[in-house]
């Protein structure tokens, strides 16, 4: 969450965490528990499975910022 904010990503919490669960429970993330800490944190990275999707995701967005581009005229 904080790596989002620093980079001025806005996402309601509500909206992230059911997003990361759906995805580990997809198989595309790995959550590992850090609790080191006086608070448990909750990591994730992406699976060997979410690396092999990769690809295609990054082609899928490619192509709809390409429309969208064009959409606005740009």
Do not use: C, H, V
């Not at 006086?38 to 092999?52: C, I, M, Q, V």
């Amino acid at each position: 969450m904080r790596t989002l904010e620093d980079m001025d990503f806005t996402i309601d919490r509500n909206t992230l965490y059911p997003l990361l669960r759906r995805l580990e429970d997809q198989g595309l993330l790995q959550a590992d528990w850090d609790t080191s800490q006086s608070r448990p944190r909750k990591y994730y990275t992406t699976s060997p499975e979410g690396l092999s999707l990769l690809p295609e995701m990054q082609a899928i967005y490619t192509a709809y910022k390409q429309a969208i581009e064009q959409i606005m005229g740009g």
